[in-house]
Every structure is written in structure tokens, then in C-alpha cells.
Antibody
């Protein structure tokens, strides 16, 4: 059964760095890409970036200077790090399997507040 | 970046009514490999998005066949033939042809 589970802190202070982990099961990170998507409360979906099956990464142009995506294939984990967080980075962060955006994790709510 | 324009932003429907959602792209979504990576997602209230249709017209396993997708190039449509209560939520198109991938702004399907 294919599953993705996001984890990370629920609260981050302004100007700090967000670190999230996506743990996958039921498929290999060397066979599928994993994407990160976020959703501000009450708003639409925003594509953040991806870790391709071959280790390559690509990022949303607007976030590229603050964002880094990496992985540990031995632990079946993909990591997201984004620095200089501000209040408009508040929202739900999802990871999803590439090759069709299927399936999605349950999401992790991140609040940026002092 | 590719811009996906979804219309209408809101759709009011009665149970059993057929509806369509449009997704227009600022660039052709035909990949150099001959595939078109335009997908449709549904996000029900309080839930994560789920895949309905992939590669324009291919129905994801387990998705009812009242959902169908069509289109090519820059113009795509999702049709629901006979809305049911469980279909309410926000529909998104997403393109995977060009990096970075991008989402449409969403279409909210409500009960009339």
C-alpha cells in the first residue's frame, strides 16, 4: 500500500527555518519522484518543488532562494527546508508521489507566529 | 512559468445535473515525448487532494465513470455526468509537462 506521511513542527517563529519530513512506504524513492505542495488556509494549492527519482531537484521560481529539498533513500524519506519564514508561509504542507500526484499525505499544518 | 486558468471559479449544481470545468494553459502541455501531463484533482472539505483523472482523460482506479476528461494542447475540460453529493469540493487542474509544475486556482462545486 502506497503511503506518504508528513511530519514536522506545528509552530515556527518568523525568520526561522522550517524543516519537514515526508516518509514514504509502498514504493521506492529511486523509482518515483516526490513533490511538495502547500496550501494557505482557505486558499488554493501551490507547487513548491520536487525530488526526482534520479536525485535531481526543481523548485518554484518564487521560493527557489529559500527552499531546499533532499532525501535519504535508505530511510525512505524526503526532506524540505525553507528559511526566512514569514507569516504568509502559514498553511498546510503536503507531499505527494510524482507521476500523477497520487496519492497525497494527510498534510501537516504549519503556523508561523511569534 | 505555465499559468493554468480555471473557469468558473464557483459552480452551483443540483444532484443529477451535469457540469463542466475548463482549464486553459498559457503554453501547450504536449510533452516532447508525446504525452500530455494534465491532471485533475478533487479536494473535499477537510481532506487532502485526490487524483481523479491523469494525462487528460485517464480515469484513476476507483474513480466513478461519471467523471471524464478531454482536451489537448492548451484547452482541457473535466465533466461530471450527474453530480452526486460526494462530488462537492474544490477541483484543481495541475500540469506536469513543464518545470516548475503549476496548479489552476480551483473550482468550487457547491449544491444549489
Amino acid at each position: 500500500q502506497v503511503q506518504l506521511t508528513e511530519s514536522g513542527p506545528g509552530l515556527v517563529h518568523p525568520s526561522e527555518t522550517l524543516s519537514l519530513t515526508c516518509t514514504v512506504s509502498g514504493f521506492s524513492l529511486t523509482g518515483y519522484s516526490v513533490y511538495w505542495v502547500r496550501q494557505p488556509s482557505g486558499k488554493g494549492l501551490e507547487w513548491m518543488g520536487r525530488m526526482r527519482y534520479n536525485g535531481d531537484t526543481s523548485y518554484n521560481s518564487a521560493l527557489k532562494s529559500r527552499l531546499s529539498i533532499s532525501r535519504d533513500t535508505s530511510k525512505n524519506q524526503v526532506f524540505l527546508k525553507m528559511n526566512s519564514l514569514q507569516t504568509d508561509d502559514t498553511g498546510t504542507y503536503y507531499c505527494t508521489r510524482g507521476g500523477g500526484y497520487n496519492p497525497w499525505g494527510q498534510g501537516v499544518m504549519v503556523t508561523v507566529s511569534s | 512559468d505555465v499559468v493554468l486558468t480555471q473557469t468558473p471559479p464557483t459552480l452551483s449544481a443540483t444532484i443529477g445535473q451535469s457540469v463542466s470545468i475548463s482549464c486553459r494553459s498559457s503554453q501547450s502541455l504536449l510533452h516532447s515525448n508525446g504525452n500530455t501531463y494534465l491532471h485533475w484533482l478533487l479536494q473535499r472539505p477537510g481532506q487532502s487532494p485526490q487524483l481523479l483523472i491523469y494525462s487528460v482523460s485517464r480515469l484513476e482506479s476507483g474513480v466513478p465513470n461519471r467523471f471524464s476528461g478531454s482536451g489537448s494542447g492548451t484547452d482541457f475540460t473535466l465533466k461530471i455526468s450527474g453530480v452526486e453529493a460526494e462530488d462537492l469540493g474544490v477541483y484543481y487542474c495541475v500540469q506536469g509537462t513543464h518545470a516548475p509544475n503549476t496548479f489552476g486556482a480551483g473550482t468550487k462545486l457547491e449544491l444549489k
